[in-house]
């Protein structure tokens, strides 16, 4: 049986105030022509189908569309919420859309009942039993769970000997290959900046014993792409949604599952419309410098050394790179002087004047210059006329 592990879509998302819906239509275009081109039976998705529980119309229609494309191929589709979701919403209308080859695991009540499909390699009886464990907020589930303490290992654990119960009661009947569909946060696995924490501290991390087990775990909520076992697998997010990513090779995992147990696992990449460029110097080695000539047509993250801020060094930048999103500053070269505080300076400035280029040199650390001072202090007069004419 050969699955597709995808998950973290976040439908409706924007990088950085740019959005994302048109990147996100592509990716679907792509995955619906991998999925039919290399006849894949089940596309799992491991949670964060959406970015936020109430995402809106234009992305309830987007997933929609996904869903009709890809089940209109053959293949099944295996989801599961993420703690972006909401699992209630999410799952509404699970018992029809199973109907048509959707099958939603949002509800606790759901761990132990996995989607049972048969396998076409001749092996009779043979089946696969695919099940989904949502995302789990110890706090909202422990009881329900029946755990005592409120913990993501706890809870996830529970959830996991669920599973196991039941494949053994179903193992008596027949031969049963398991795979998992988990939203969580394994040890060992790398984090990026655009995901959510789980919990702080890093108390949310549960081992990565629990799923070993298993003939494949198809897990969600960490960006990037990895393998933390041969059988336990992060296939990241489809698109970059933060700068942290720029080095990733955005894909999902092709998994060939046997009836006797075994997996083979190769990598998918798929094509992302815009590259990620992280870029650092002084603002005339930037504009000039030919290294950069590739990050022209990328969104870029900026970081300026020069010992002063430039003037109106975004609009600058953009000549160059019109996809700058981020821009910061961390001067090199510069002996670092005792820094004085806002408040101290308003103390010492002596008149109005004096308030404003405290203000500019506080917000930009650059002193105001002669024609900027003269600019400040002709606004100033004309403020004290008016104020006077009234």
Request: proline fraction near 4%.
């Amino acid at each position: 049986m050969r699955l597709l592990h995808t998950s973290d879509w976040h439908l409706g998302r924007s990088f950085h105030g740019v959005g994302m819906l048109e990147a996100q239509r592509g990716f679907v275009d792509q995955l619906v022509a991998f999925v039919e081109a290399e006849s894949v039976d089940v596309v799992l998705i491991a949670g964060d189908v959406y970015d936020r529980a109430l995402p809106g119309l234009d992305v309830v229609k987007l997933l929609d569309d996904a869903l009709v494309r890809i089940t209109g191929t053959g293949a099944k589709v295996v989801l599961t919420s993420g703690n972006h979701d909401s699992a209630i919403r999410l799952g509404f209308a699970a018992r029809l859309l199973e109907r048509g080859g959707v099958h939603l695991r949002t509800q606790i009540e759901d761990l132990d009942v996995p989607v049972l499909l048969p396998f076409d390699d001749g092996d009779q009886g043979a089946v696969v039993a695919i099940y989904g464990i949502p995302y789990l907020e110890p706090r909202l589930v422990a009881e329900r769970l029946g755990v005592a303490n409120a913990g993501h290992f706890d809870v996830t654990r529970e959830a996991t000997e669920r599973i196991r119960r039941d494949l053994e009661r179903r193992r008596q009947a027949g031969p049963v290959s398991s795979v998992v569909l988990a939203h969580t946060f394994a040890s060992g696995g790398i984090t990026s900046d655009s995901e959510r924490d789980l919990s702080i501290g890093g108390l949310g991390a549960v081992p990565l014993d629990l799923f070993q087990d298993f003939g494949y775990t198809a897990l969600g909520h960490l960006h990037g792409r990895q393998e933390l076992a041969p059988n336990v697998r992060y296939s990241g997010s489809p698109l970059a949604y933060s700068f942290s990513e720029a080095k990733h090779r955005k894909g999902a995992w092709l998994v060939d599952l046997a009836s006797d147990g075994g997996i083979e696992v190769q990598e998918v990449v798929w094509n992302n419309p815009t590259e990620l460029a992280v870029l650092r110097g002084t603002l005339d080695q930037l504009l000039e410098s030919e290294e950069h000539r590739w990050a022209e047509t990328a969104y870029c993250q900026v970081t300026l050394t020069d010992p002063h801020r430039p003037v109106q060094a975004m609009e600058q930048l953009r000549t160059r790179f019109p996809g700058t999103l981020v821009l910061a500053f961390d001067p090199e070269g510069v002996e670092e002087k005792p820094q004085s505080t806002y408040s101290s300076r308003l103390a010492a400035a002596e008149d109005d004047l004096g308030i404003c280029c405290g203000f500019l040199e506080h917000v930009r650390q650059r002193s105001a210059g002669a024609v900027e001072e003269a600019a400040l202090r002709e606004a100033l007069e004309s403020i004290r006329l008016e104020a006077a004419e009234l």
